[in-house]
Each structure stands twice: as structure tokens, then as C-alpha cells.
């Protein structure tokens, strides 16, 4: 599902043109603020959209633009994603340049939503990414900044429907204690990793945040970029690459379920490295599976990585 380029977005949004004059009119005269009325969220992705239900519980309607298993990286919209942006409440967002297609939308919608960045206040990390120094999006890979996020949607919430602002806190009080417990478990778990063998190797750069929490180093990752439209390494890149991750002792490289596996495949057979289960890096899965939320994710992610490498 790779996006051609920023033209590939002109004329979905052109066709939702129509559509939406008549829902952002329709918007206009019907804001929230009735009590009764649950608070309809956009979110711009799973995990984002599994934090709003947390805090929200039946207070919400929370939808995410891009689904389980999907790409958060590159997206293409639908005139139905306009029309559920013009119909919303709220919009909550990762920032960061994660959702670099976001913008357009929005504004192509005439939404009147609050927009929330989750990101917000949270120390970020800067890595070398494609020849570049960029900010690492994938802040919700360390449970710690994942907490920061949560408050940060609650008081979204508290401010657009204050009526239920108890139900709000009361709600994020008790996910924000699970993160912390998931926190305490991670650490305790990863602790039977040997230190010499915690090495991360991934199909994009998507675990620093998780490294840095838990004692990791990350050796690499098959694209060489924060971001999965990254294009291909250059020959002499994969090859730098390759004498990393042999002179690094790393025994794993991981795949991602959002990516596909030839890239991974290839600097396994390069590295003779083998390779790893799919981890849910910047998607959860399916729902009623065992990675379908934040939560147990985390733990599928921890209980892969501690198997592999323990
Ligand atoms: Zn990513």
C-alpha cells in the first residue's frame, strides 16, 4: 500500500468535496454539547484509538482512519474518512510527523473538531534516519510516555464534555494504573535477558523509545528509517548495514506486522541472522485477538522478544 506521492491524495479529496458541503453543514448546526449524545472521536490509529476507548468507555464513539494491522506510515484516504472527519467531535493525533496526511484532510473536511495531539509534552528522541536527524513518532513504545498520552486525550475529553469529567478521570485513573503494572511486568520480565544479548534489529526504526526503557540497543533495521515509505537502502547503506549487524552479535532480526517481510528476509539471508515472530510495532491487531489492544500488544511484543532472545 505504498502512496505514489502527496498528488495521489488530490482526487479523494476532491470527490469528497460534494459530500462534504452538506456534512459540515450539517456539523454546524449539530455540535456535541447535548449530554445525552456520546462524544464521536477520530482517531488516527489503533493505538490511539484503543487509549480513547480506555478513557471514554461508552461516553465515545471512537473510530481509527487507519485500521488494525494497517500502516499509520502511509495512508489513502476515502471520501468516507472526510465525511467521519467532518462528522466528529474530537480528532486526536500522534504528532510528530507520523500523520503527514492528516492535515489536508482536515482541512478539506471543514472540520470543527478539538484536535488533540497525544504528543504533546512528551520528550522525544532524535535519530539518525535516512541520511537525516529526525524526531523518533513511535513515542508510545515506552509505557512511561504512553501514560503522558493518556492524560493528554483525558483532558481533551474533561474540556469538550466537562458534564462527565468525573467518569473521564475515574476512567484514566484506573488505565493508567494497568499501563504502570504493564510497566513493573516489561521490566521483569526482560530482566532474564541477558545485557549483551538485548539487541534490537526491525524491519523500520520503530522501537528507540522501547530500547531506551528497557535496556536495548538498537543494531538497525532493514529499511534504515524511521518511517516504512522510506525507499530501499542503497547498496553501499545495506551493506554497512550487513557488517553492523554481524560485528553487533545480534541473534534476531524481528518483523513487523505492518511491513512486509522480502526486506527482512533479505538481510537475514545477507546476515545469516535468523529471523523473528512479526512484532506490533505501530499497529495492534485484529480485534478479539491477542494483540488487539495497547495492553496485550505490549505484552505479545515483550513475550516475543524475551523468548527469542532469553
Ligand atoms: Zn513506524
Redesign the pocket.
Known amino acids: 500500500m505504498r502512496v505514489a506521492g502527496p498528488g495521489m491524495h488530490v482526487l479523494p479529496v476532491l470527490m469528497a468535496t460534494a459530500l462534504l458541503a452538506a456534512c459540515s453543514a450539517a456539523a454546524a448546526l449539530n455540535p456535541l454539547k447535548n449530554a445525552s449524545s456520546r462524544v464521536k472521536v477520530v482517531a488516527t490509529f489503533s493505538i490511539l484509538a484503543d487509549f480513547v476507548a480506555n478513557i471514554g468507555g461508552d461516553l465515545v464513539d471512537v473510530i481509527s482512519l487507519v485500521g488494525p494491522g494497517s500502516?499509520?506510515?502511509e495512508f489513502e484516504p476515502a471520501p468516507s474518512d472526510i465525511a467521519r472527519i467532518a462528522d466528529a467531535d474530537v480528532i486526536v493525533e500522534n504528532g510528530l510527523g507520523?500523520e503527514s496526511w492528516l492535515a489536508p484532510l482536515v482541512t478539506a473536511s471543514r472540520s470543527a473538531a478539538l484536535r488533540v495531539t497525544a504528543s504533546n509534552g512528551v520528550s522525544v528522541r532524535k535519530i539518525a534516519s535516512s541520511g537525516r536527524t529526525d524526531i523518533d513518532?513511535?513515542i508510545w513504545q515506552d509505557p512511561v510516555r504512553a501514560m503522558q498520552m493518556v492524560a493528554n486525550i483525558r483532558d481533551a475529553l474533561t474540556n469538550v464534555d466537562p458534564a462527565h469529567a468525573a467518569r473521564y478521570m475515574a476512567n484514566a485513573a484506573t488505565y493508567l494504573e494497568q499501563i504502570k503494572a504493564l510497566d513493573s511486568e516489561l521490566q521483569s520480565r526482560i530482566a532474564v535477558i541477558p545485557p549483551g544479548k538485548r539487541t534490537l534489529v526491525t524491519s523500520?526504526?520503530?522501537l528507540s523509545y522501547f530500547a531506551e526503557r528497557y535496556g536495548f540497543t538498537v543494531v538497525g533495521s532493514a529499511l534504515g528509517s524511521?518511517?516504512?515509505e522510506a525507499t530501499d537502502p542503497s547498496a553501499r547503506e545495506f551493506a554497512a548495514l550487513v557488517d553492523v549487524i554481524k560485528t553487533s552479535h545480534a541473534s534476531v532480526i524481528f518483523l513487523e506486522s505492518?511491513t512486509r517481510p522480502e526486506r527482512v528476509e533479505k538481510l537475514a539471508h545477507e546476515t545469516g541472522v535468523r529471523i523473528g515472530p512479526p512484532l506490533f510495532?505501530?499497529a495492534l491487531g485484529p480485534a478479539n485477538t491477542p494483540t488487539a489492544t495497547y495492553l496485550s500488544a505490549m505484552r505479545f511484543n515483550a513475550g516475543a522478544i524475551t523468548t527469542a532472545l532469553g
Open positions: 500502516d499509520v506510515h507520523l513518532p513511535h523500520h526504526d520503530s524511521l518511517s516504512t505492518i510495532t505501530d
